[in-house]
């Protein structure tokens, strides 16, 4: 275990409850919060911190809580716990071994923008998570720090559990808002940001769980201190989540601005089998791949990413050994975004159908030059024509693919196969 | 035909309603929807139609939902419903390997369902078991890091 703002305690079958949570000094700075303190102060400490969304896109949390109307006579809290960019796995972490650490985060949030109920929007499918959640809740409620009166600070939320059923696009945060009205996941345009017009028409902030777990240790340590860690533009430490073909394959809170190189080679025990790198996908599915040779002195923070042509997105490095059909590998990322397109815009649910029998018809060994040059050209009729990011989302792999492993789509469709033996697994 | 909303459902209704500030109302669809494919393992068109009167909310919305979210059955499943993740980093750690053995094993096409009821094999997009790839759910239960052995383990155990 190492990390400062999670990775902070060894883990064992009760290390996640109320109990041993309050042993490491939980909800103490809570406690000292809703005495001393007021909302404003509490929010101006967030921003302070510089603390951005972990979800993806890294909105400065200080500033989007700042949105909020102070005259609004009921204002909403969702944390985002609908964790599905493929790549990533850190919230679940979050809720399985440090569940309280999210409570008091979202408490906090809820004491700054006065929300009365607050909502943990959780992925449908998640199992252990979930009834770590519930549990903590349930304790939490008996101890009397969720509900009313809370500590007896005279302050009152609830935290009330919702459960998604099955959709990525509800991770966007119009999307999670529409699902928690009882729609469909539709995105919604915007403006109005929902910090203006959101859940029941109310002003409303969605977080990421790790974004939200992130303010417990700012305000027991300050938020100078968690502006000094890390990258000086994007500070603090981050859960990065390292899958696909490397030795160890895992989670790793490290500081923004740690080498990625380091990342796979020692943290995650480099190149599964001793194979040779061949490409990473830096920051969850939808990001632009890098080849090996671009990876050379980038550190995980948004400006050396940016440079290099990609994002940190929600800090989710997939690496992939030499030898990888990256033909098959992109239809896999083609499938589940046509999969998952919500199916409200033409672009995109036309567009990310259309990548995606091109790309069956090629990998079938049935793809033509004219189908390579058609997927070329789609990306550029879905990106920016959509509602939400998705589009942009399932065009970027696309683009970057081509464009970095060209040849291998050019042999694909002259000779009918796979340029490797094209399997995905090693 | 018996009712598939006993008292123990609709008490759980109540309870489930009670979380939420009354503006909130419609709210309650995934809720209940989730509720009713837990207690009776999928949930018909009759059904989304009831949980609306509940509401008080016109049934189509239910039913979009019922239709739109990719968790709910609209049919009768196996005992044991074997989701296996067929995203990339699952891919590049053999889920298609998983797939072609518990088709092998259970001889069953993708979205089929066992003769004797016992299983259904679907495929699902990241379930963020990444770190622990390849993985699929049975059910609620994730299984993960898993390779031949451990498939034939878990069906064995499942019975």
Redesign the interface.
């Known amino acids: 275990m190492s990390g400062p703002v999670f990775m902070n305690f060894p883990i064992t079958t009760t290390s996640h409850s109320l109990s041993e949570y309050r042993a490491r000094g939980g909800y103490a700075a809570l406690a000292q919060a809703l005495r001393e303190m007021t909302p404003a102060q509490v929010g101006a400490q967030a921003k302070a911190s510089g603390l951005q969304g972990r979800g993806g896109a890294g909105f400065q949390t200080g500033l989007k809580w700042e949105f909020v109307s102070k005259e609004a006579p009921?204002v909403y809290l969702c944390c985002n716990i609908d964790?599905?960019?493929?790549?990533?796995?850190k919230?679940?972490w979050i809720l399985e071994h440090s569940p309280h650490q999210l409570l008091e985060g979202m408490l906090f949030a809820s004491y700054a923008l006065r929300v009365?109920?607050a909502f943990a929007y959780i992925?449908?499918?998640?199992?252990?998570p979930l009834r770590r959640l519930e549990g903590a809740l349930a304790e939490a409620r008996a101890a009397g720090i969720v509900g009313e009166n809370i500590l007896g600070s005279g302050f009152s939320c609830?935290i009330?559990v919702?459960?998604?059923?099955?959709?990525?696009v509800c991770g966007e945060e119009s999307s999670l808002i529409n699902?928690?009205?009882?729609?469909?996941?539709f995105p919604r345009n915007k403006p109005p940001f929902p910090a203006v017009r959101g859940?029941?028409q109310r002003p409303t902030v969605v977080n990421n769980v790790e974004t939200l777990a992130t303010v417990p240790w700012i305000m027991a340590n300050g938020a100078a201190p968690y502006a000094a860690l890390g990258a000086r533009k994007t500070p603090g430490t981050r859960l990065f989540?390292?899958?696909?073909?490397v030795a160890s394959?895992?989670?790793f809170e490290k500081p923004t601005g740690y080498p990625l190189a380091q990342l796979i080679y020692q943290d995650a025990g480099g190149v599964l089998g001793g194979r040779k790198l061949k490409a990473v996908?830096p920051g969850g599915?939808s990001t632009p791949i890098l080849k090996a040779a671009e990876i050379e002195g980038v550190t995980l923070d948004q400006e050396s990413m940016g440079k290099a042509g990609s994002m940190v997105g929600s800090g989710?490095v997939?690496v992939?050994a030499e030898g990888?059909c990256m033909v098959r590998?992109l239809q896999?990322?083609s499938r589940?975004y046509a999969?998952?397109s919500c199916g409200q815009c033409t672009p995109c649910r036309e567009g990310t159908d259309w990548m995606n029998r091109i790309l069956e018809r090629i990998v079938a060994g049935k793809g033509s030059a004219a189908d390579l040059a058609t997927l070329t050209r789609l990306p550029t009729g879905i990106m920016g024509n959509t509602v939400c990011a998705l589009g942009d989302a399932a065009s970027m792999p696309v683009v970057s693919f081509i464009k970095k492993f060209g040849d291998e789509f050019a042999y694909y469709v002259a000779h009918g196969r796979s340029l490797h033996d094209g399997?995905?697994?090693p | 035909m018996t009712d598939a909303f006993t008292p123990a459902l609709l008490a759980r209704f109540d309870v489930l309603r009670d979380?939420?500030?009354p503006?909130?109302r419609?709210?309650?669809?995934?809720?209940l929807?989730?509720c009713v494919q837990d207690a009776n393992g999928y949930v018909t068109e009759a059904d989304a139609a009831r949980i609306a009167d509940y509401?008080g909310?016109p049934a189509i919305?239910?039913v979009?939902?019922l239709t739109?979210?990719?968790?709910?059955d609209r049919e009768p499943q196996g005992r044991y419903v074997i989701k296996v993740c067929?995203?990339?980093?699952c891919?590049?750690?053999?889920?298609?390997?998983v797939l072609a053995h518990l088709q092998q094993k259970l001889d069953i096409g993708i979205g089929e369902t066992t003769a004797d009821g016992r299983f259904t094999l679907k495929t699902?997009?990241?379930?963020?078991?990444?770190?622990?790839?390849p993985a699929m759910?049975v059910n609620?239960?994730?299984h993960e890091q898993l390779d031949a052995t451990k498939l034939d383990q878990i069906l064995e155990s499942l019975t």
């Not at chain 1, 964790?83 to 796995?89: C, D, I, R, Y």
């Not at chain 1, 699902?179 to 996941?185: A, I, M, Q």
């Not at chain 2, 891919?91 to 390997?97: A, K, N, Q, V, Y």
């Open positions: 009921v964790e599905g960019e493929p790549g990533t796995f919230d679940r009365r109920h992925r449908g499918e998640f199992d252990l609830d009330v919702h459960r998604g059923a099955g959709a990525y699902s928690l009205e009882g729609k469909k996941g859940l029941y989540g390292v899958s696909g073909h394959p895992g989670l996908i599915s989710a997939i992939i990888t590998l896999v990322l589940f999969h998952e399997r995905l697994a | 979380q939420y500030p503006e909130m419609t709210s309650l669809v995934l809720p929807l989730h509401i909310m919305q239910v979009e939902a739109w979210y990719t968790m709910f067929r995203n990339i980093a891919s590049l750690r053999g889920s298609e390997d699902v997009e990241c379930l963020a078991s990444c770190g622990t790839a759910q609620r239960t994730y």
